[in-house]
Protein backbone atom coordinates (compact mmCIF):
# COMPACT_ATOMS: atom_id res chain seq x y z
CA UNK A 1 0.00 0.00 0.00
CA UNK A 2 2.56 2.85 1.22
CA UNK A 3 5.16 1.05 -1.03
CA UNK A 4 4.01 3.27 -3.72
CA UNK A 5 5.37 6.08 -2.32
CA UNK A 6 9.16 5.06 -2.30
CA UNK A 7 9.27 4.60 -6.05
CA UNK A 8 11.91 6.86 -7.11
CA UNK A 9 10.88 7.53 -10.26
CA UNK A 10 7.26 8.79 -9.29
CA UNK A 11 9.19 10.73 -6.74
CA UNK A 12 11.72 12.65 -9.13
CA UNK A 13 8.99 13.62 -11.21
CA UNK A 14 6.48 14.82 -8.17
CA UNK A 15 9.27 16.61 -7.12
CA UNK A 16 10.16 18.26 -10.51
CA UNK A 17 6.40 19.45 -10.87
CA UNK A 18 5.66 20.43 -6.77
CA UNK A 19 8.91 23.01 -6.60
CA UNK A 20 8.48 24.34 -9.85
CA UNK A 21 4.53 25.24 -8.78
CA UNK A 22 5.75 26.15 -5.15
CA UNK A 23 8.43 28.16 -6.13
CA UNK A 24 6.56 30.46 -8.57
CA UNK A 25 3.45 30.42 -5.98
CA UNK A 26 5.01 31.56 -3.31
CA UNK A 27 8.19 33.51 -3.76
CA UNK A 28 7.53 36.89 -2.64
CA UNK A 29 6.03 35.11 0.57
CA UNK A 30 8.95 33.04 1.70
CA UNK A 31 11.96 36.11 1.24
CA UNK A 32 12.23 36.39 5.09
CA UNK A 33 13.27 32.75 4.96
CA UNK A 34 15.95 32.57 2.55
CA UNK A 35 19.46 33.29 3.25
CA UNK A 36 20.33 36.67 1.27
CA UNK A 37 18.28 38.59 -0.61
CA UNK A 38 19.10 37.06 -4.59
CA UNK A 39 20.60 34.00 -3.59
CA UNK A 40 18.23 30.89 -4.72
CA UNK A 41 16.05 29.09 -2.04
CA UNK A 42 17.23 26.31 0.19
CA UNK A 43 16.40 22.56 0.08
CA UNK A 44 14.56 23.74 3.66
CA UNK A 45 12.98 26.64 2.16
CA UNK A 46 11.78 24.97 -0.96
CA UNK A 47 10.09 21.56 0.77
CA UNK A 48 8.47 24.20 3.25
CA UNK A 49 6.79 26.17 0.43
CA UNK A 50 6.06 22.96 -1.42
CA UNK A 51 3.89 21.75 1.86
CA UNK A 52 2.84 24.76 2.72
CA UNK A 53 0.80 25.32 -0.94
CA UNK A 54 -0.56 22.22 -0.42
CA UNK A 55 -1.78 22.96 3.09
CA UNK A 56 -3.58 26.54 1.53
CA UNK A 57 -5.63 23.88 -0.22
CA UNK A 58 -5.69 20.92 1.42
CA UNK A 59 -7.05 22.25 4.89
CA UNK A 60 -9.77 24.51 3.42
CA UNK A 61 -11.12 21.21 1.36
CA UNK A 62 -11.19 19.41 4.22
CA UNK A 63 -13.23 22.48 6.61
CA UNK A 64 -16.21 22.99 3.15
CA UNK A 65 -17.56 19.45 3.72
CA UNK A 66 -20.34 19.62 6.45
CA UNK A 67 -19.90 17.52 9.56
CA UNK A 68 -23.01 15.22 8.47
CA UNK A 69 -21.37 14.66 5.42
CA UNK A 70 -17.60 13.25 6.81
CA UNK A 71 -19.51 10.16 6.76
CA UNK A 72 -20.20 10.61 2.85
CA UNK A 73 -18.45 8.19 0.79
CA UNK A 74 -19.91 7.65 -3.31
CA UNK A 75 -22.00 4.20 -4.24
CA UNK A 76 -22.48 4.74 -7.26
CA UNK A 77 -20.05 2.83 -9.54
CA UNK A 78 -16.66 0.71 -8.70
CA UNK A 79 -16.71 2.71 -5.02
CA UNK A 80 -16.94 -0.43 -3.29
CA UNK A 81 -14.91 -0.18 0.54
CA UNK A 82 -13.48 3.19 -0.60
CA UNK A 83 -12.45 5.24 2.53
CA UNK A 84 -15.47 8.17 3.48
CA UNK A 85 -14.69 11.53 3.10
CA UNK A 86 -13.73 11.75 6.97
CA UNK A 87 -11.27 8.95 6.70
CA UNK A 88 -9.61 10.40 3.65
CA UNK A 89 -8.70 13.55 5.92
CA UNK A 90 -7.48 11.21 9.03
CA UNK A 91 -5.54 8.75 6.46
CA UNK A 92 -4.28 12.10 5.44
CA UNK A 93 -2.98 13.59 8.93
CA UNK A 94 -1.80 10.34 10.22
CA UNK A 95 0.43 9.58 7.05
CA UNK A 96 1.62 13.13 7.50
CA UNK A 97 2.82 12.17 10.98
CA UNK A 98 4.38 8.65 10.03
CA UNK A 99 6.42 10.32 7.50
CA UNK A 100 7.46 13.56 9.74
CA UNK A 101 8.29 11.15 12.49
CA UNK A 102 10.53 8.70 10.24
CA UNK A 103 12.35 12.07 9.44
CA UNK A 104 13.01 13.41 12.63
CA UNK A 105 13.23 9.57 13.65
CA UNK A 106 11.37 9.44 16.70
CA UNK A 107 8.16 7.83 17.43
CA UNK A 108 4.71 9.72 16.69
CA UNK A 109 3.32 12.24 19.14
CA UNK A 110 0.13 10.74 18.29
CA UNK A 111 -1.81 7.57 17.86
CA UNK A 112 -1.62 6.67 14.08
CA UNK A 113 -4.58 3.88 14.27
CA UNK A 114 -3.89 -0.25 13.92
CA UNK A 115 -2.05 0.06 10.49
CA UNK A 116 0.17 2.79 10.84
CA UNK A 117 -1.68 5.61 9.11
CA UNK A 118 -5.30 5.69 9.30
CA UNK A 119 -5.42 7.48 12.40
CA UNK A 120 -7.64 6.21 15.41
CA UNK A 121 -10.65 4.52 14.32
CA UNK A 122 -12.63 6.19 17.00
CA UNK A 123 -12.24 9.17 16.05
CA UNK A 124 -14.99 10.17 13.66
CA UNK A 125 -16.79 13.85 14.52
CA UNK A 126 -15.20 16.41 12.02
CA UNK A 127 -13.76 19.23 14.25
CA UNK A 128 -11.49 16.65 15.48
CA UNK A 129 -10.18 15.16 12.63
CA UNK A 130 -9.41 19.26 11.29
CA UNK A 131 -7.65 19.55 14.61
CA UNK A 132 -5.75 16.10 14.68
CA UNK A 133 -4.73 17.39 10.21
CA UNK A 134 -4.26 20.98 11.51
CA UNK A 135 -1.77 19.50 14.37
CA UNK A 136 -0.01 17.13 11.34
CA UNK A 137 0.82 20.26 9.21
CA UNK A 138 2.38 21.34 12.59
CA UNK A 139 4.60 18.23 12.74
CA UNK A 140 5.10 17.96 9.19
CA UNK A 141 6.56 21.67 8.98
CA UNK A 142 8.80 21.00 11.90
CA UNK A 143 9.83 17.57 10.15
CA UNK A 144 11.39 19.16 6.98
CA UNK A 145 13.22 22.32 8.88
CA UNK A 146 15.93 19.31 9.00
CA UNK A 147 16.07 18.75 6.04
CA UNK A 148 18.89 20.75 4.77
CA UNK A 149 21.55 20.61 1.76
CA UNK A 150 23.81 18.31 4.29
CA UNK A 151 21.72 15.68 4.78
CA UNK A 152 18.89 15.42 2.01
CA UNK A 153 20.49 12.68 0.34
CA UNK A 154 21.13 10.72 3.99
CA UNK A 155 18.94 7.47 4.71
CA UNK A 156 17.20 7.42 7.41
CA UNK A 157 14.57 4.41 8.98
CA UNK A 158 11.63 4.19 6.62
CA UNK A 159 8.23 4.33 8.88
CA UNK A 160 6.61 1.75 6.75
CA UNK A 161 8.23 -1.69 7.27
CA UNK A 162 12.00 -2.56 7.58
CA UNK A 163 13.86 -0.63 4.72
CA UNK A 164 15.17 2.84 4.62
CA UNK A 165 14.63 5.75 2.67
CA UNK A 166 16.33 9.40 1.75
CA UNK A 167 15.11 12.46 3.73
CA UNK A 168 14.27 13.80 0.17
CA UNK A 169 12.02 10.58 -0.82
CA UNK A 170 10.05 10.67 2.55
CA UNK A 171 9.66 14.45 2.27
CA UNK A 172 8.03 14.48 -1.49
CA UNK A 173 6.24 11.31 -0.86
CA UNK A 174 5.17 13.04 2.01
CA UNK A 175 3.78 15.77 -0.15
CA UNK A 176 2.80 13.52 -3.03
CA UNK A 177 0.46 11.75 -1.25
CA UNK A 178 -1.62 14.13 0.57
CA UNK A 179 -2.26 15.72 -3.13
CA UNK A 180 -3.40 12.31 -4.32
CA UNK A 181 -5.91 12.58 -1.73
CA UNK A 182 -7.49 15.65 -2.38
CA UNK A 183 -7.92 15.18 -5.77
CA UNK A 184 -10.21 12.33 -4.27
CA UNK A 185 -11.61 14.81 -1.83
CA UNK A 186 -12.39 17.72 -4.13
CA UNK A 187 -14.24 14.92 -6.39
CA UNK A 188 -16.62 14.23 -2.36
CA UNK A 189 -16.92 17.73 -2.47
CA UNK A 190 -18.40 17.88 -6.16
CA UNK A 191 -20.94 15.26 -6.02
CA UNK A 192 -22.40 16.59 -2.59
CA UNK A 193 -22.74 20.22 -4.31
CA UNK A 194 -19.65 21.72 -3.27
CA UNK A 195 -17.18 23.37 -4.99
CA UNK A 196 -13.84 23.01 -3.54
CA UNK A 197 -12.34 27.04 -2.03
CA UNK A 198 -9.03 26.65 -4.33
CA UNK A 199 -11.91 26.30 -7.15
CA UNK A 200 -13.94 29.28 -6.62
CA UNK A 201 -14.25 32.34 -8.26
CA UNK A 202 -11.75 35.47 -6.08
Do not use: C, W
Not at 28 to 35: F, L, N, V, Y
Request: glycine share 10%; hydrophobic share 40%.
Amino acid sequence: MMSKLLRLGLIGSMLMGMLAISNAQTQDQSKSKSAAPNQPPTVTVILDRALSGLEREFLPAAEAMPDDKFSFAPTAGEFKGVRTFGEQVRHVAATNYAIASGLLQEKAPVDLGKDGDEGPASMTAKADIIKYLKDSFAYAHKALATVNEGNVAGQVQSPFGNGKSSRLGLSVSMIGHSRDHYGQMVEYLRMNGIIPPASRAQ
